[in-house]
Structures are given as structure tokens and as C-alpha cells.
């Protein structure tokens, strides 16, 4: 593979880059840092890359772990400082799912990092359950446990654990709340 | 119902892909694409292709100062 073709490469998975680091730190100022390191590394070891496998699967491995020996701590103190990516960051998409994603990438802050990674990684990404369980250097077992619980754990954070029951009756619920304060504020 | 899940999730036996309301799984799904897509449909910065751009220069500049190693 010419350096030529290596970096094509590199260049196409960027976006991809981006929304994985962004889904890790929460923050997409570190994110693009991220990102920026792992393309340096990526390039530093681009004999380790073997052709004909999945290039997503390697840069995500790199990725990761400079997020895992760098990164965390950062991501942390950023986010206390200036909130979650969750509440700044400008939307792209249609106007009129812009709250329900504001929602759900708050919730999605909320899982445990171990949790949040592989959902991201199954979920959206396009990796296999196989090439997630390599990245993670973890049981397949580990990877389709890990996904269900951040599963169940979004939709309680969301409050869809149960959309028949649940949702209606809460509703309901702090309706009458509102009603009652009304009344003894009558 | 609910606490024969809430069981099951306790326990953590790995295989309870029943544990959720499909119609809730195929939400929760919709959502970690519409975030993740969200991202991946942004512009990316041109700093990134700067980058590369620079790291292939100094490549080729260094093939071209050891032209013994083009072979």
C-alpha cells in the first residue's frame, strides 16, 4: 500500500473518527485532539496496518487507547468545566429531532465508559460483534452483555423502559401534580 | 413481568436479548444512529487534511534525500 493510498484512507475515515472520539470523551474539542493523535500514530505505524483488513477496526484500536492513556482524565475535567458536547455542540441534522438527540447524547454521558464504547461501536458504527470484541480485547459474551445493559440502562435514563405502562402513567401522574399545586395555590 | 426482567438483568447472564420491548431497542437504535451520523455527516476540519498533507510532503521529501531507498 503506497502512502499515497494509506492516506486516502485515512481522509475517509475521519468522520467516523470523529463521532467515536466524540462518543468516548464527550467533548468534541478533544475529540478532533484525539483524533489528530491517532492519525499521527496511525501514520507513524502504518507498516503494522495489514491490508485487506477492516482499517476502521485498526485506527479505532489506536484510537481508544490513546483515549484510555491520555485522554480520560482530560475529558473529565473538560466536561466539568464547560458541559457536555451534549449541550453545545450545533446539530446537523433536521431541526425537528434536535431535542430528542440533545436527550439522548445527555443519557448517553450517563453510561459507564465500558458500556458507552461498545453501544457506540455496535450500534452505529458499522463494526462487527466480533471486530468490537477485538478492539475492546474482551469475550464476544463480554461485548453482547456490555450492549445490553447499556441498552436497558438508555431506556430507563430516557424513561422508555416500557412504553405502554410507563410512560402514559408518569405522565399522567405529573399532570395531577400540576393540577394539585394549582388547586392549593388556589 | 417487570421484576422477572429486572431479575434477569441482575443476574447478568449474558444472552437476555428479551430483557427490552423490541419497539424500545429499535428506538434506542435509532437514536445512537441519528447522534453518531450526526457527527459523521459534519464538515471536517481542514486542519485534519492539512495534516496529512504535511506528513505525506515530509515522506516524499525524505524518499527524494535518500533516493538510494526508492528501490
Redesign the interface.
Known sequence: MS??EF?DG??KE???L??FA??LSGS?QLA?DL??DT??KA?GNSEKFEPGTSLRAWLFTILRNTYYSLYRKRGREVQDSEGTYAERMA???NQE?HL??AD??KA?AKLPEEQREV??MV???GLSYEETAEICGVAI?TI??RV??A??K??EL?S?????DLGPDRKSAAAMQRVGSEIVGL | M?DADTAM?DS??????L???P???E???R????????????P??D???V??AQ??AT??RAVGAFPDERK
Open positions: 502512502a499515497s492516506k485515512l481522509i475521519i468522520p467516523n470523529r463521532a466524540a462518543s468534541m478532533d483524533v489528530q492519525l499521527l501514520w446539530t446537523h441534522g429531532s430528542d438527540l439522548f447524547r448517553l453501544l457506540i450500534g452505529a458504527t459474551g453482547k452483555s445490553n445493559r441498552r436497558t438508555l431506556a430516557l422508555i423502559g416500557s412504553l405502554d | 417487570s438483568d447478568d447472564g449474558g444472552e437476555s436479548e430483557m427490552l420491548d419497539k424500545v431497542q428506538s434506542i437504535g437514536s445512537l444512529k441519528a447522534h453518531y451520523d450526526d457527527i459523521v455527516n459534519a471536517v476540519p486542519k485534519f487534511l495534516l496529512l506528513l505525506e515522506e516524499h
